[in-house]
């Protein structure tokens, strides 16, 4: 690297290793950030109570954490994009509810009708895409509005009642255990995870991604189809939405309607405490898990130390305040 | 051999209300510069947009290397080989080096990205250039002419037979520009042919072999840039002569109006002292981090200094306070018209009436009558083209967008008046009117602080000239006693001298 000019040579060449080391340092701390946060969290709880490092209570938060860690994950796409989806909670309703009635009213296969589901989420997602792509609405207003239609159609499809009674197959995602006793849907998350952050990370599609969050303009000039790459984030934000949908099915065992109501919003915070700019360009899949994890522990941790409901709110405000906070302070202090 | 790169044949583009493009003609041979010249406006960045697939021709075709081509989109045109500059900084702060250069092709493996593939790719193209970066590091932090090579070697990574660059040495120092002409010397070796489009005239002639010149819409004139005299292409460009350019001052120098005394901020302004008169031009000179606009900053206020005092009239202004110093009658006309000078969605009246609304409203209510009628004056004082009020600054060209930034600050009468690099990327004519404000402010009695990148403005422009390096004063001298030579000078060192 050659100095700037102006600068002595000696001078530029210690400034350009300070800057190379501070560089690394900055990478670890935005890696290790969440993680701190989390383990400090874990360590109050673990002295606070007796109860939060048992392995039953940590697999409940694991499972508690699932729909929003599968929902988040999809979401993480999107904001890195530059974008926002707001449909996400309406969608786990939707695709819910499709489910049930693929299953009980039309007479299909379980597997079938979980296809269904899948593929209302990737529909909704597309119709996202369409709207933020060639209906150039803002990606706030596309995804309010789906939201809404969303939740309509969920309400519409079936009548407003819960459906339930499903096999057992389809409750194993939830009710069923793995190696170690550990339950079915927190594996499922992690795989997912460990796809999502290689997708983000080692593949085409996933680099665009952060190229088209960087700068769209400069995305597109440099031959990136953008209408082709938003319609396919917005679908995976779907697709994710619906997952997290039918584990939401399993675990109740009853497709309702009004599920998943102000679901986006602790979504948003889970990817944004995770470290995703909500301006674009940055963030990782690991982040997002980290960052639902803080938010299920502590609502977790808030229970166990019978703290209301109300309070964990307040709480759960705080911490995204306090996150986003220190993010920005870190990065300004370059 | 040369052969026909590219022909461009009865170009025609009309936009509702205007024809920007008018039977334009052009032809690209292979191994040459092509000089693309005319005032803003006059349909250049028109023209670039149609060969990129940006834009469509209404009319007219493009032969590319003799067979018929059209872009429907920008990848359809970097498929053919056409790679463009843009004027702006086009990278992905957030990504590598590597990324960036390979940005919308990078090296796969199914659908996995081929890192190896990847880092030895940048790595050749990067070296290829002769530029000195890892494939990993962060675009972030690097300098505007590492970018510069950024976007050169991403235009070498789609294999272009064409380059086209946008004004390539706006923000460049005069030994990076060198380095750029160097490059574009090899390519030309290998046969790539540039279309290139540039403002600063004095540099066409090293660069170019044959010039464009466009004026409304038409291309006035086509034929080899050593033909025409420096003055006979300004003429061709606006219809003006050279001693024009730069219209005559009378100012009367009177009291000193601002004292800055041992002003420090971060690394880049490491003590800065000077006074300022009324009615003096003081220039101010510097290569690329010689702190120039570090200096304007902490003097508004905009950046709180570390350290030192400025008194405008005899009262100290209270650092890191833009309002304070506006309110003590210094104004800033920013480096970044578009990200700091204006609020590019809002109308005309609306932004003149930005720093004002205090002394246009009354118990609260905006006074619109009032506003309309202060923008209207000064949109006849300073010959603002704009259609109405209400138009949106985003559409003004870049010469009338800049006057509005000065005339916001004329209502508060001020005393000061620190221009940062204002005829960036403003065509030759909109410059003249830059210079005729500055003349009128300057004879109205207003201390007038001019940072300049280039060297015949701030010659021509300055009563004095202060240079900076390395953010201090390496000198302040009378304009009058000044060549390019003795600031570049100052400015460069003695040892960077011999290096650039």
Known sequence: MSPEPGEPTADGTTEALRRRVSAAGRSVVAQTGPLLGLLVLGAALSILTDRFLSFSNLANVGQQIAVISIVALGATFVIIAGGIDLSVGSVVALSSVVFALAFSNAGLAWPIAVLAALGTGIAVGVVNGLFVTLGRLPAFIATLATLSMARGLALVVSEGRPISGFPDEFRTITSGRIVGDVPVSIGLTIVLFVLGGLALRHTVFGRAVYAVGGSEEVARLSGIRIVRLKVAIYALAGFCAAVGGLVLTSRLNSAQPVAGQGLELDVIAAVVIGGASLSGGQGTAFGTLLGALIIGVLRNGLNLLNVSSFWQQVAVGAVIAAAVMTDTLRRRRR | ????????????????????????????????????????????????????????????????????????????????????????????????????????????????????????????????????????????????????????????????????????????????????????????????????????????????????????????????????????????????????????????????????????????????????????????????????????????????????????????????????????????????????????????????????????????????????????????????????????????????????????????????LIFDEPTKGIDVGAKTEVYRVINQLAESGVGIVLISSELPEVLAMSDRIMVLRGGRVAAIVEAGDATQESIFEMAAGKRRASVA
């Open chain 2, 1 to 416: 051999m040369s052969t026909t790169l590219l022909s461009m044949r009865g170009i025609s583009k009309s936009f509702p209300g205007v024809r920007a493009l008018d039977e334009v003609s052009l032809e690209l041979m292979s191994g040459q510069v092509h000089v693309v010249v005319g005032e803003n406006g006059a349909g250049k960045s028109t023209l670039l947009k149609i060969l990129a697939g940006a834009y469509r021709a209404d009319s007219g075709e493009m032969l590319l290397a003799g067979e018929a081509y059209q872009a429907r989109d920008p990848s359809d045109a970097i498929a053919a080989g056409i790679s463009l500059i843009y004027q702006e900084d086009q990278l992905l702060p957030n990504l590598s080096v590597m990324e960036n250069v390979l940005l919308g092709r990078l090296p796969r493996n199914g659908p996995l990205v081929d890192w190896p593939a990847a880092r030895r790719r940048a790595r050749d193209l990067l070296a290829l250039l002769g530029v000195d970066l890892r494939p990993d590091a962060s675009v972030a932090r690097l300098g505007s002419a590492q970018r510069q090579m950024v976007e050169i070697a991403r235009a070498l990574a789609v294999q272009a037979r064409i380059i086209v660059m946008d004004e390539p040495t706006a923000s460049l120092s005069e030994s990076e520009i060198e380095r750029l002409f160097a490059l574009i010397g090899e390519l030309k070796q290998r046969g790539v042919g540039f279309l290139y489009v540039s403002h600063r005239l004095e540099e066409l002639e090293q660069v170019g072999e044959v010039v464009t010149v466009l004026r409304d819409g038409r291309a006035i004139h086509s034929g080899p840039l050593r033909d025409l005299t420096r003055d006979a292409l300004i003429r061709l460009i606006v219809g003006r002569t050279l001693d024009q350019y730069f219209p005559g001052r009378k100012a009367v120098i009177g009291e000193v109006v601002m004292h800055v005394e041992g002003l420090r901020s971060g690394d880049a302004l490491r003590g800065v002292d000077f006074d300022l008169r009324a009615g003096e031009v003081l220039g101010v000179a510097g290569l690329v981090g010689s702190g120039r606009t570090e200096m304007a900053r902490a003097i508004f206020g905009a950046d709180r200094a570390d350290a030192g005092r400025v008194t405008v009239s005899g009262r100290a202004l209270e650092p890191g306070s833009p309002g304070a110093a506006a309110a003590a009658g210094v104004a800033l006309v920013p480096e970044e018209r578009k990200t700091q000078g204006l609020v590019l969605e809002l109308s005309v009246v609306d932004n003149i009436a930005l720093p004002n609304l205090a002394r246009l409203s009354r118990f609260g209510r905006f006074d619109w009558t009032a506003a309309n009628a202060d923008a209207r004056g000064r949109i006849r004082s300073l010959n603002i083209r704009t259609r109405r009020l209400g138009t949106r600054v985003e559409e003004l060209s870049g010469g009338n967008q800049q006057k509005v930034v000065i005339a916001k600050w004329l209502a508060r009468r001020p005393k000061v």
